[in-house]
C-alpha cells in the first residue's frame, strides 16, 4: 500500500519560500505511469492543483502560480518537493501530495495534508 507524508514548515513569513517535502512509501517515485502532485485547498475553498511530477522527472505547473513554484525529486530518498516562492496570506491553507494514476487518470493515493499559515 503506497502511502504519502507532506512535511514542512506549518509558518511561513509573507514574501518568503515555503517549501515542502512529500515522502512516498510503498512504491517508487519513478515506478511507470505514476505522476506525483501538489494540491492546496484554502479556507473556505475548493481544491486547486498546484503542479505534477511524472515518473520519468517531467514536470507541470498550474499557471495561475505565475511561475513561483518549483516541484524537485529525490529519487533515492523517494521524495519529492514544492517549494513556493514569494508566498502571500493568499497562499495559506492545507498542501497535500498525491499520487495520480496515468493510466486510469484519478488521484488514488493523497497525504493526510500539511496546513500553511502565512504570516505578515
Known amino acids: 500500500q503506497v502511502q504519502l507524508q507532506e512535511s514542512g514548515p506549518g509558518l511561513v513569513k509573507n514574501s518568503q519560500t515555503l517549501s515542502l517535502v512529500c515522502t512516498v512509501s510503498g512504491g517508487s517515485i519513478t515506478a511507470n505511469n505514476y505522476y506525483w502532485n501538489w494540491i492546496r485547498q484554502a479556507p473556505g475553498k475548493g481544491l486547486e492543483w498546484i503542479g505534477a511530477?511524472?515518473?520519468?522527472?517531467?514536470?507541470w505547473y498550474n499557471p495561475s502560480l505565475k511561475s513561483r513554484g518549483s516541484i524537485s525529486r529525490d529519487t533515492s530518498k523517494n521524495e519529492f518537493t514544492l517549494q513556493l516562492m514569494s508566498v502571500t496570506p493568499e497562499d495559506r491553507g492545507v498542501y497535500y501530495c498525491?499520487?495520480?494514476?496515468?493510466?486510469?487518470?484519478?488521484?488514488?493515493?493523497w497525504g493526510q495534508g500539511t496546513q500553511v499559515t502565512v504570516s505578515s
Open positions: 498525491a499520487r495520480f494514476i496515468g493510466d486510469n487518470k484519478y488521484f488514488d493515493n
Open positions: 511530477i511524472g515518473f520519468n522527472g517531467r514536470l
